[in-house]
């Protein structure tokens, strides 16, 4: 990803296969459960193969405080999906996990699916923005997502672990010790 990304609009992604990062976090119930079962339906999902996902991080909650400890990770895939079906994919992980919608923002859930990048895509309408548009501000995202990209770059050029480093709130995105061991499993998928 170069400084001098292009907005690629979401008719030019057809049929190229791209990596999607998805960022899931879970503060109510069974928060690993919810992972692992989002994690689940993100494998069988048609149009989604050669899956990874990082540690499970355990994160102070963001926006509103006064809510349960989050758990965190982010999921690599590779997809042709077009980024609303994406978007759609999400949205049908979230209603089948129980997400409730009426909940206010950044106020305790089930599950949350964020789309946080679809390769060197920029999509920028009003029901959609990617990359996500908060993600750079935001340790629980930028720690797990080095799990997998360790060199990965923001479309400003700027390696991510410049951004972690800048963070005020890194230090409450502490790893736990989760088995999350075959849920992607086969030779083209990694779990770390």
């Known amino acids: 990803m170069g400084a001098a990304r292009a907005m690629i609009e979401a008719d030019d992604l057809a049929a190229r296969e791209l990596p999607v990062y998805f960022g899931l976090g879970s503060n109510l119930g069974d928060r690993l459960g919810y992972l692992l079962q989002a994690c689940t339906m993100l494998y069988s999902a048609p149009g ?3 899956h990874a996902a990082s540690r499970v991080y355990e994160t102070e909650p963001w926006g509103l405080a006064e809510q349960p400890a989050f758990l ?9 999906l077009d980024p609303h079906s ?7 992980i979230e209603g089948a996990l129980g997400r409730d919608r009426a909940v206010a923002r950044w106020g305790p859930r089930t599950i949350d699916v964020d789309i946080l990048m679809l390769g060197d ?11 996500h548009p ?26 991510i672990g410049v951004f972690v480093q800048d963070l ?3 230090s409450g995105v502490r790893p736990i010790r989760a088995d999350l061991q075959g849920v992607f499993s086969g030779a083209e998928n990694r779990l770390m």
């Open 121 to 131: 895509a920029v999509v920028d309408r009003p029901d959609l923005m990617i990359p």
């Open 48 to 50: 989604l193969a050669r």
């Open 134 to 159: 908060r993600m750079w501000e935001r340790a629980f995202v930028l720690i797990p997502l080095l799990d997998l990209e360790p060199g990965m770059r923001a479309p400003d050029g700027r390696e």
């Open 168 to 170: 005020a709130d890194a």
């Open 72 to 80: 965190n990770c982010v999921v690599r895939a590779q997809t042709a």
């Open 86 to 92: 994406l978007l759609a994919l999400a949205a049908r």
